[in-house]
């Protein structure tokens, strides 16, 4: 069968983010009924026309264990992202997790950059001008929203 493997070995609460524009940090918990020799693997496809490459960096918790996984030099594409954590055990098949993912929606933005204000003592008050920030992707600049929090007047 497809889903060969022991109910509640596969990996739990996975998730993924992308940061500093080009890193991508993935983690997991162990399925909670997964032997504890259980080791898991990631392997991520960036798009349908790229091979499947598992994680370099693995994250490992005390007993060794792969819970997480860090990419370097990550770009995000038009497709959604193909991710696979498989696992492996001595006493049994593990479950595999799949889920495919929207990169764009996961990263955690850099802060605007050259952020400059000029103030004036009359009536017109600041200028506060910025360029947008950096990202893994090319976008357009007119897709961000900025909300100016002024502290003091």
């Known amino acids: 069968p497809v889903f060969a493997g022991m109910n ?4 739990e609460n996975f998730s993924c983010v992308i ?3 080009f ?4 983690t997991w918990q162990a399925g909670r009924d997964a032997p504890a020799d259980t080791q898991y693997f990631l392997y991520w496809q960036k798009s349908r026309d790229e091979e499947e490459i598992e994680c370099e960096l ?10 997480g996984c860090i990419f370097h030099n990550v ?3 038009i497709e959604k992202a193909y ?19 929207d990169l ?14 000029h103030c004036t003592r009359d009536s017109e ?3 506060i001008t910025w360029h947008p920030p950096l990202t893994s992707h090319v976008e357009k600049a007119k897709c961000f929203q900025y909300e100016i929090s002024i502290q003091n007047k």
């Open 104 to 117: 764009y929606k996961i990263e955690i933005l850099t802060a605007p950059l050259n952020v400059t204000a």
């Open 8 to 11: 509640g070995s596969a990996i």
């Open 75 to 77: 770009t995000i594409g």
């Open 58 to 67: 693995y994250i490992k918790d005390e007993n060794y264990r792969n819970m």
């Open 23 to 26: 890193l991508m940090n993935c």
């Open 83 to 101: 991710f696979l954590v498989n696992g492996s055990s001595r006493d049994s098949l593990i479950h595999f997790y799949d889920e495919y993912i």
């Open 125 to 127: 008050g600041c200028i």
């Open 19 to 21: 940061y500093n524009i």
